[in-house]
């Protein structure tokens, strides 16, 4: 069973940076493509970026395109969300989440983690 744990999240100003990331056990991260989503208080969860198992694919949510960053980094058996010129709309947890090809984790991924915090004041 794939395990993942998502940290990096807290406060931070408008137009700040946070890299958030992800760390999987269980099971070889390289198999899988990787995904954040975000939940904000009141909405639904809504993906934000994701990744092919490779890394050779990228995947972005217009709101985040060109301030937010995916990666992974296999050997490390992580993947990363670098986030910058963040904006209050941003506010949200965090999630990472695992599926066979990217495609299917943006739609329908079959693990999730527990999320973290993210915060950004004005």
């Known amino acids: 069973q794939l395990q993942l744990a998502e940290s990096g999240g807290g406060l931070v100003q408008a137009g700040g940076s946070l890299r958030l990331s992800c760390a999987a056990s269980?099971?070889?991260?390289?198999?899988?493509?990787m995904g954040w989503f975000r939940q904000a208080p009141g909405k639904e969860r809504e993906f934000v970026a994701g990744?092919?198992?490779?890394?050779?694919?990228?995947l972005y949510a217009d709101s985040v395109k060109g301030r937010f960053t995916i990666s992974r980094d296999n050997a490390k058996n992580t993947v990363y969300l670098q986030m910058n010129s963040l904006k209050p709309e941003d506010t949200a947890v965090y999630y990472c989440?695992?599926?066979?090809?990217?495609?299917?984790?943006?739609?329908?991924?079959?693990?999730w983690g527990q999320g973290t915090q993210v915060t950004v004041s004005s």
């Open positions: 269980g099971r070889t991260l390289g198999n899988y493509a």
């Open positions: 990744i092919s198992w490779s890394g050779s694919t990228t």
């Open positions: 989440a695992a599926a066979t090809s990217i495609w299917v984790v943006k739609s329908a991924p079959r693990y």
